[in-house]
């Protein structure tokens, strides 16, 4: 098993200590409850959603002005393939399995409900562990220091569960998934998302300016 992939079960195994309680959970894993709300500070809804941009922006302008002829922007253009991939993926699960959020009822176990019900996985759990995967794929070995990255999805899954927008069992779900798009993205030959964009992303601009 690949040194990150064991980092990412240890990330997982951080969130024990919220994701469980005194008393018995519900879900697949029989862990899941509801926390309580708090949608303030670091927490608040507005700043997940500022954070969740800014980390997509950060990827393309990476992509963009790198281009794929070096190794970080390879890596980069393989968190965008990753990102989009685990976009498209939790989406579809989402649809297919309905399950209602905390705030939308108390019970954890509550699957196939159809409309608007769409917590498992947490999507955006899933996007921020995609894009900062590939870079923990490709520069582990170099630098160590790189895991600290695995705290942003951390951060994201701890936020999604504290407005009561997803269950411990979503945020997990959610760091699998993102783990699994990054691998096959960057055990790719070449970045899909790169190889159908003009060769002048693939160049860079840092390199035609």
């Known amino acids: 098993m690949h040194r990150s992939h064991w980092f990412k079960l240890l990330a997982a195994m951080a969130l024990l200590p ?3 309680s005194a008393s018995a959970g519900g879900g697949p ?14 927490w608040k809804r507005s700043n997940q959603a500022a954070f969740l941009d800014l980390l997509i922006v950060g990827e393309l302008a990476g992509g963009i002005w790198e281009g794929g002829d070096t190794r970080l922007g390879r890596t980069f253009w393989q968190a965008i393939d990753s990102s989009a991939l685990a ?10 399995f309905t399950r209602e959020r905390p ?3 108390d019970n954890p176990n509550a699957w196939f409900k159809g409309g608007s019900y769409q917590s498992f996985p947490s999507g955006e759990v899933a996007a921020v562990s995609a894009i900062v995967q590939p870079f923990v794929f490709e520069y582990s070995k170099d630098h160590p220091a790189v895991y600290a990255l695995e705290l942003l999805p951390i951060y994201d899954g701890i936020a999604r ?15 699998a998934l993102g783990g699994a ?29």
């Open 161 to 175: 569960m504290k407005v009561q927008a997803h269950w411990q069992s979503d945020v997990l779900a959610g760091f």
């Open 103 to 105: 705030s939308q009822g």
């Open 29 to 42: 894993f029989s862990i899941d409850h509801e926390l309580s709300y708090d949608n303030s500070g670091i």
């Open 18 to 20: 919220i994701c469980t």
């Open 181 to 209: 798009t990054a691998y096959y993205a960057h055990n790719r030959e070449s970045p899909f998302i790169l190889g159908i964009l003009p060769h002048g992303f693939s160049i860079g601009f840092q390199k035609q300016f």
């Open 87 to 96: 976009g498209i993926s939790a989406q579809g699960l989402k649809y297919a």
